[in-house]
C-alpha cells in the first residue's frame, strides 16, 4: 500500500472494536462466573426477564387515546394538542405568551415547512390578507410546495446516515462508493412531497423489493439499506459482523427509537433487549447483500468502479442465495459460537414470544414488525423527530433513545394523543405537520413576556421553557442558513439530480443536494454542525464558533454572495440608499429596518470604501453575517 494512500476505519467500526473491549470487561466484572459458565458450555443463562413487567414501561405499552384536559381559557385553543399544553400551563400558573406578529408568523413558517424565506412580495401578500383563514391558506400553499419535501428531507437523511462513498479508501479504489446515493435522496424528497403514508415509508425503505418486485417504482427506496458503511476484507466474518451492527443500529434506532446494537456482546445493560434479540435482527441483514442494480433489474458487476456505473444504477440491497439463523457470538466474539438465535422480532415489542421470520433474509416481515400499528414505538418516534424540527426541544429529549437509559417525555398524555391520531389519520406527515403549525402553541411569540419582572417569575418557574409557555427562539440549520444566504442574493437555483461538492464556485443549489462525503465531510457542513455520516444521527449539535464567523467574514463564498446582494439592491441608480436598506432588510429579514438601523445604514455607507469590495459590497457582508440572519423566531 502506497504511504500517502487513504485507508481509515469508519468511525462505525471504531466504536464496534471500543465497544468489544468495553462490554467484554463488562461481561467479566458484573456477570462474573455466570458469563464465563455460559462460554464454556456454549449456552446462555436462562432469560431472567419479566417481560408482562417490562411491557408496563411507558414506551412499550401501545399508546392510548387520553380524554383532552380542561383548561379554564378554552378561547386560546386552537388545535387538539393545545389543550395539552395550556392544562400544564395553567396548573403552573403560567400564561402563553401572546401570538406572534404575522411578519414573524410567516416567515417561521416559511423556514419551518419549506427551509426558504419567504419572498418580499409573499409577506406583503400576506400582510394584505384581511380573510379569516388567510393563515391556514398560507400553511396549505406551502404543504403544497415542492420545496417541503426538500426541507423534510434534511431530517431524514441524517437518521439514515445517508452518504455517497465510505471512511476509508486505499489509492483509487471506489468500487465501495455510491455515485447514484442521490436516487435514494430524490425517493425520499418525492415521498415526503406526495405525504407517502408513513408506515409505507419505512416498509419500502427496508423490502419494497420483497412488497413490490425489483422491477418497483419505489426500489431506490432500498438506499435507506443499501447506501450503508461497506468496509475492506468483507469475505471476514468480523468485518461482516460490523457491518450487521449498522444495519441493526440504524434500523432500530431510526425507526423505533432504541438502542438495541448494545445487545450485541452481552443482554441490554437497561433495556429488556437480549443478545437473542441482537442477533434475530442482525441475522435478517446477514440474509441481505448490497447491490449496484441496473435499470434493467439486472445487477452490477460487485468489483465495479463508481466511475463505471450507469447513471441509472441504484445501490440497493437484496435477499443472498444463503439465508440462515446467525449462532450467538459470545461477547460479540465471532469465533466463540453460542446457540442459533432465529431471525424474530423484538420480544418486548411481541405479545409473546415473537414467530420466527421465515421468507428469505425476514426483511419484509421486519418492515410489517415495525410498521405495525400494535408497535407502541413506531409511530411516537416520529411525532417526537417532527415536533423537535418545529419547536427546537423535544417531547422525548432523547430522540432515538425511547428506553430506560433514555429520558421520559415531558408530555407524555400529548405524545400518545398525537402518535393515535397519526395513525388513525393514515400516517399522514402532512396532517400532522398541518395541526402542528395551525396550533396555538406554534403561533406563541418568542419574548417571554411583556415585563421584566414578570418575565423572571417565569424563569423561575420553568427555564428551559419545557412546558412551551412561549416560542423557542431556534438557530438555522445549515441547510436553511446556506439556502436564505442565496435567495438573498438572488442566486438559489432550484432543481435537484446528481450532486455536487459543495464547495463547487458553480454550485448554487439547495444545500440537500451536496455530496455528503462518509471519507472527509466538507468543511461547511462541518464547521456548521452537520452531523457524521458514518453513523446514525438522532440530533444536531448547535455550536458558536470563531470558524464560523471567520468562514462569513472571509470565505469566497460569501464574499461572491455580498457583492452579487450588493448588485441587486443597487439595480436602480436612481434609487436612494434609503430605499435600498430597507429593500436589504425585506430581502433578509422579512421586515422594515428601525430608525436607528437606517441612521447607521446611512453612516456606514457615507465613508469612503477600502479593501477589495465596494462599501455597499461591505455593507451586503455585514448584513448576512448578522445573527439576525441565522435565527428565526
Known sequence: MKANSRNRFSLARKVSVFKQIAFAGFALASFGSVAIQADETNSLPADSINWSKEQQFWAFRAPASPTPPAVKNARWVRQPLDRFILARLEARQLSPALEAGKRTLIRRLSFDLTGLPPTPDEVQAFLADRRADAYERLVERLLASPRFGERMASLWLPLARYAEDQAHQVGDDTKYFYPNAWRYREWVINAFNRDLPYDEFIRLQLAA??????????????????????????????????????????????????????????????????????????????????????????PEKGDAQSTNLLAATLHVVEDSDKVEDLPVFLRGNVSRKGPVAERRFLRVLSRDEPPAFTHGSGRRELADAIADRANPLTARVLVNRVWTQFFGQSLVPTPSNFGHSGQPPTYPELLDDLAVRFMDNGWSVKVLLREIVLSATYRQGSAR????????????????????????????SIEQWRDAVLVASGELETGGGKSLELDDPVNRRRTVYARVSRLKLNDLLMQFDYPDANVHAEKRGVTTTALQKLFVLNSPFMLERARAFAARLNVSPKESNELRVQRAYQLLFDREPSREESKLASDFLGKPASGELSRWEQYAQLLLASNEMMYVD
Open 209 to 298: 423489493d420483497k412488497i413490490e418486485g425489483t422491477n418497483s417504482p419505489n426500489l431506490a427506496a432500498l438506499g435507506f439499506l443499501g447506501l450503508g458503511p461497506k468496509y475492506y476484507n468483507r469475505d471476514r466474518l468480523e468485518v461482516q459482523a460490523d457491518e450487521w451492527e449498522d444495519r441493526v443500529d440504524t434500523v432500530s434506532r431510526t425507526m423505533l427509537g432504541l438502542t438495541v446494537a448494545c445487545a450485541r456482546c452481552h443482554d441490554h445493560k437497561f433495556d429488556p433487549i437480549t443478545m437473542r434479540d441482537y442477533y434475530g435482527l442482525a441475522g435478517v441483514f446477514a440474509g441481505t447483500r448490497m447491490v449496484n442494480r441496473r435499470p434493467d433489474g439486472s
Open 449 to 476: 413576556a411583556p415585563h421584566a419582572a414578570e418575565a423572571a417569575r417565569r424563569d423561575s418557574v420553568d427555564p428551559s421553557n419545557e412546558l412551551l409557555w412561549h416560542m423557542n427562539r431556534r438557530r438555522f
